[in-house]
């Protein structure tokens, strides 16, 4: 059985693994959901300062508090950089990285980069109009403008997120992860939700740059929305266990 380190996306907290957790102790594992400075029931926290190295800071601190070893870390979406560069920060804690519909990227990018340029427009315009310049207003939730990354959430889901997410610190958006010239050997695993396994081989083949560090890593597919902790929790759990083991 594994330690497993919880670690959500953008906007949300430990609460998005309300459904997840269970299943994964039931299976024997110790399950440690996390929520990052500055978000949900942290929100008290956020300031301008925030950054990526803030919420590396925090996933290293769960860990080095509760003496975890051989650690499965999973980060959903924009946690990619935060599990990234813990793992580089503790490898001889860490047993595998799981990305939950994201995966590793190369050194010097941040989350934003990841976007396209009309999405990163509009995180900007976001921040300065609404966000006081540094907080990224959670998005609406609405499946009719984004029916594909919220493919599979019912009416009371979306409703339920849209109510406890929180604004994102900006800096933990646009601040790249600097990592070591020569990263720590790591398993790394991808459950891709809304692009499927093919999709990455195929990119990382080719020699993009964002997809080529996912290369070598251990791919699984559960198609669904951005939201599998939401949409489809139990078989979440259910891969997480198989992969933790």
Known sequence: MAAIVLVPGFWLGAWAWE???PALRAAGHDVYPLTLTGLADRAAEATPD???YTHVDDIVRLIDDNGLQDVVLVGHSGANLPVTGAADRIPERIARIVYVDAGPLPGGM???DFN???TQQEWRTQVAEKGDGWQLPAPPFDPAADPDNLAGLTTEQLARMAKLATP???ATA?????RPTVPPAMHRSVIASTFTPEQVRMLADSGNPVFKPMADVDLHHLPTGHWPMFSQPIELASLLDEIAR
């Open 19 to 21: 459904e997840v957790t």
């Open 50 to 52: 925030v950054d990526v």
């Open 110 to 112: 941040a989350v934003i």
């Open 116 to 118: 396209k340029p009309q």
């Open 168 to 170: 994102q610190p900006f």
């Open 174 to 178: 646009t601040r790249p992860l600097n």
